[in-house]
Each structure stands twice: as structure tokens, then as C-alpha cells.
């Protein structure tokens, strides 16, 4: 006496893996962006610890109230000196080695928390792009503004 097996047939099965590939093929291109956008949101929270380490420094040389004393850098809660600019509106942290890279505690004065810095040669600013990320993909530091500049969005990171 043979007995019936119950199964899929070749049919219901290829129709199973239709439908497998169709919804991976509509979920795949949500993915494939995430790269794109992790750099922006890594660039985004540097450009927040760049604004707090000046406010930070700045915060610091109007304490101690030494505006006039030219060249004379802060000296921060854990001795660390950080060279800023003077006079009335200043106290914003040079965009040099002993400036912003100090104040952000940067591993180098090339490198910082996985950005690559490039100080021009002014000491204008201080320009951070994110390891193997283009170079759209940046965050600028002006030094005479003490301003920060996000200039990394998904599109061009």
C-alpha cells in the first residue's frame, strides 16, 4: 500500500522565491545609503564637540579675564593650555595644533576621533573630513569666529 505525500509542489516553490525577490529588491536600496549617511551623522556630532570645546575655551578666557595678554593661551580645569586668539571678542581657540586640536583632544594634529584635520597654512581653519570619506564630506573650524561649519550631508558624503 503506498502512502501520500504531502509537500510543495516545484511550482508553489518557485512562486515563494518570486516573491523573496521582489521584496528583497524594494527593501535593498533602503540600505544601500546607510554608509552615506552614518558619515553625516558622525560629522554632525564632531561638529557638536567642535562648538562645545569653543564655547568651552572661550567660556574659560572670559573668565579669567586676561583679554589683553597677546599670545597667552587658556589654561583648562585639567592644566591643559590651549592657545587662543585675544582681545575683547577673543578667546576663541586657534585653529592650530596647540588650539582646536588641543581643545578637542585630538590624537594628532592630523588626526582626530577617525577625521583626518588639515590646518591651512594661514591658520585660518581647521578642516575635518572623516577617514575614506570624500572631501565634500567636511566639517570646517574658523578660528577668527570661532564658527563651525557642517558642510557633510548624505549627499555628498
Known amino acids: 500500500m503506498r502512502s501520500k505525500q504531502d509537500g510543495f509542489t516545484l511550482v508553489e516553490l518557485i512562486v515563494v522565491i518570486v516573491i523573496l525577490g521582489i521584496l528583497a529588491a524594494t527593501a535593498f ?8 549617511d552614518a ?6 556630532g564632531l561638529a557638536g564637540g567642535l562648538r562645545s570645546a569653543v564655547t ?55 588626526a582626530c576621533n577617525g577625521f583626518g584635520v588639515t590646518l591651512d597654512a594661514g591658520g585660518a581653519t581647521a578642516t575635518f573630513v572623516q577617514n575614506g570619506a570624500p572631501a565634500t564630506c567636511s566639517v570646517v573650524y ?9 558642510n557633510a550631508t548624505s549627499a555628498n558624503c
Not at 574658523?142 to 557642517?150: F, L, P
Open 142 to 150: 574658523a578660528a577668527a569666529t570661532g564658527t563651525v561649519t557642517n
Open 29 to 36: 536600496p533602503r540600505f544601500v545609503n546607510l554608509t552615506s
Open 39 to 44: 558619515r553625516a551623522a558622525s560629522a554632525a
Open 56 to 110: 568651552l575655551v572661550q567660556a574659560r578666557f572670559q573668565a579669567t579675564g586676561n583679554f589683553a595678554a597677546t599670545g597667552t593661551p587658556v589654561t583648562m580645569a585639567d592644566g591643559t593650555t590651549v592657545a587662543v586668539s585675544t582681545g575683547a571678542t577673543g578667546g576663541y581657540p586657534t585653529a592650530a595644533a596647540g588650539g582646536i586640536i588641543v581643545a578637542m583632544r585630538c590624537e594628532s594634529a592630523s
